[in-house]
């Protein structure tokens, strides 16, 4: 009897080994894979956010079939007119701050990060990151300035967690198209965002003393989150702008 009970024993305790080895070796590999992964995702992360910023200018993210540019293009286009600069609350340009260091300052609230376009040498647009609280999420986007620091270029709102097919659409071409080529600023004063409680009147929408635009029909709070946080993100950068219309 004592044999057999030996004999048991050790086949308990192999098996026991051997779903140990196989639980090591699942674990090792899950980890390889999660680490791949997350340097994929950080990737595809920053590769949104290059799109999302070229959005904001108008610069191209399709072809002409309408098709996503591959990445690598995005990437180039990014690179070769994009220039990320750090600003202080009182718009001076702040240099020498490495990756972490303006992330740290970020999230401080020492700096804040701009987005230039240049071209030949000349800054010809601005794009800075907006971004605010909808109905159940915070939305993150960029708004484009031209050259003189007083028309939006262009929006960008792509990351949020808004109801599909109400305050979801404010990543939806006809929501952010009507803030193209509206001035933000007049006779050096801001003039306001006015997002509207579903369609604007032709009298708002024409008033010169707000940039009214279409709401969102049943999303009347998602509307009022974005007319805050872009409002907002035009006061944060006035100074910097300030000194950029100045020359």
């Known amino acids: 009897m004592t044999g057999r009970s030996d004999a048991v024993k050790q086949g308990e305790t192999y098996i026991l080994m051997y779903a140990a080895g196989i639980c090591l070796v699942g674990s090792l590999l899950l980890a390889g894979a999660t680490a791949g992964l997350k340097s994929q995702q950080e990737k595809m992360v920053e590769l949104d956010r290059?799109?999302?910023v070229l959005k904001a200018f108008q610069e191209p993210i399709?072809?002409?079939?309408?098709?996503k540019l591959p990445g690598d293009r995005i990437e180039a286009r990014y690179a070769e007119h994009v220039r990320e600069?750090?600003?202080?609350p009182d718009g001076k340009v702040v240099e020498g701050l490495g990756a972490k260091e303006a992330a740290d300052g970020i999230a401080a609230g020492r700096v804040l990060s701009l987005f230039q376009w240049v071209e030949g040498g000349t800054v010809r647009k601005y794009a800075f990151p907006v971004s605010g609280k909808g109905l159940w999420s915070t939305i993150y986007g960029y708004l484009a300035l031209d050259e003189s620091a007083t028309t939006?270029?262009?929006v960008s709102f792509y990351k949020h967690g808004e109801t599909p097919g109400l305050g979801g659409e404010i990543e939806q071409a006809w929501f952010q198209d009507q803030f193209k080529g509206r001035r933000v600023v007049a006779d050096g004063r801001p003039i306001p965002v006015v997002v509207a409680k579903g369609k604007a009147s032709p009298e708002a929408s024409t008033d010169k003393a707000r940039v009214v635009v279409d709401g969102i029909s049943g999303a009347t709070l998602t509307?009022?989150?974005?007319?805050a946080f872009l409002n907002a993100g035009l006061k944060r950068y006035e100074a910097y702008f300030k000194t950029a219309r100045k020359g």
Do not use: E, F, H, S
């Open 223 to 227: 509307g009022n989150g974005v007319m």
């Open 152 to 154: 939006i270029v262009g």
């Open 50 to 52: 290059k799109t999302n």
């Open 62 to 67: 399709a072809d002409g079939a309408g098709r």
């Open 85 to 88: 600069v750090w600003v202080d």
